[in-house]
């Protein structure tokens, strides 16, 4: 059993084989930069972000969609507040609530029950965004809908799975040695979800947590593995990360949504990487299907490099300069959860 001075000690002084290491979870990737924890690290330890923020990965043609329906007649497109500024093909959620369609912020998807109960001929469309952590949470909000005969209720899914983006990103030759596995995602799928992965590519994957030790620890042991050879998946999060997940959780989300491919922003088309309503909870539906385009704001912007783990967002050539959180170029630097965002802001 090492301590953390210890663990501290050997990613600094690490000298083995050059290793690059990915984190795809947006809150690791904001925890990563709040810590400094690239600055403990050795050179020979690359540590990169992948596309593990929900905001970021959200294609084009879905901001124009919402902004559609935000603009029809009695129509309420309901969102948390990090969506607003995502640049769609032409503009953002916030630039058309700004030209008065009906744009509303809330804090969770059950603050929409009341307003639509309140008002029964607007229809209410959430813009939901998310990863496994977050799909949920829509369940549950079908389910109150149902139960309080609340039918001006729809959702908009841009719902997205971790194992199967991280598939693409390995067969597509990405040169990653190991995965900071997402601890929030993993507490709902399970520890297990990635254990095909590392059997099919023999590549260590470490569940991480998102305190500054709890970081280390998973790197420390990632860092290991790889300088080792050796795949698998080690959960490095027990107090919250089961192998089987949450067995409740899964079931709702199998029971509402079944898979479809679905479009990454910067990455193409992800096979089965979509959760999206079942034939029998299309009621629910706003119209999800047919996402397929994605668009570059400024065709300079790197984005779909940065969220391959290809490119450093500092070596982008507008980083910092066209491009900062007043005046985002591209996903990575709206959002909180964005690489483009987090670097900026601890630069
Ligand atoms: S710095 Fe801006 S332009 Fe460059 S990759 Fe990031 S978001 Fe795109």
Redesign the pocket.
């Known amino acids: 059993m090492k301590t953390i001075e210890q663990i501290k000690q050997y990613l600094k002084e690490y000298d083995g084989k050059p290793i690059t290491l990915m984190e795809v979870c947006g809150s690791h990737t904001a925890a990563v930069a709040k810590f400094g924890i690239r600055g403990l690290l050795s050179d020979k330890i690359r540590l990169v972000s992948g596309p593990g923020c929900p905001v970021c990965v959200t294609p084009s043609s879905y901001i124009d969609r919402l902004i559609a329906l935000a603009k029809q007649k009695d129509t309420c497109v309901v969102t948390f507040g990090d969506l607003l500024r995502v640049p769609g093909s032409r503009g953002s959620l916030s630039g058309a609530k700004g030209e008065g369609a009906s744009v509303k912020m809330v804090y969770s998807p059950m603050d929409m029950l009341e307003p639509a109960r309140e008002n029964p001929s607007t229809t209410y469309v959430f813009a939901a965004v998310g990863f496994e952590t977050t799909a949920p949470v829509y369940t549950l909000l079908m389910e109150q809908a149902k139960k309080q005969e609340i039918r001006n209720i729809r959702l908009l899914t841009s719902l997205k799975m971790m194992p199967p983006v991280i598939d693409h990103l390995l067969k597509d030759g990405a040169a990653i040695d190991g995965f900071l596995a997402p601890g929030h995602v993993c507490a709902v799928t399970g520890s297990d979800a990635f254990l095909p992965l590392a059997k099919a590519y023999e590549i260590p994957f470490c569940v991480a947590g998102f305190t500054a030790q709890e970081l280390l620890i998973a790197i420390y042991c990632l860092a290991r593995m790889a300088r080792e050879g050796r795949a698998g998946v080690k959960n490095c999060y027990p107090s919250v990360v089961t192998a089987d997940g949450n067995l409740t959780a899964k079931q709702k989300l199998a029971q509402y949504f079944t898979k479809q491919d679905a479009v990454w922003r910067g990455m193409g088309t992800v096979a089965d990487s979509a959760l999206v309503l079942r034939e029998e909870y299309a009621q629910f539906d706003a119209g999800s299907g047919s996402l397929t385009e994605d668009c570059k704001l400024?065709p300079?912007?790197?984005?779909d490099?940065?969220l391959a783990g290809k490119?450093d967002?500092l070596s982008?050539?507008?980083?910092?300069a066209?491009?900062t959180p007043g005046t985002?170029?591209?996903?990575?630097?709206?959002s909180y959860e964005?690489?483009?965002y987090q670097r900026?802001l601890n630069r």
């Open positions: 400024n300079r912007c790197c984005c490099a940065v490119m967002s982008c050539p507008l980083f910092g066209e491009c985002p170029q591209g996903a990575c630097m709206v964005g690489s483009c900026y």
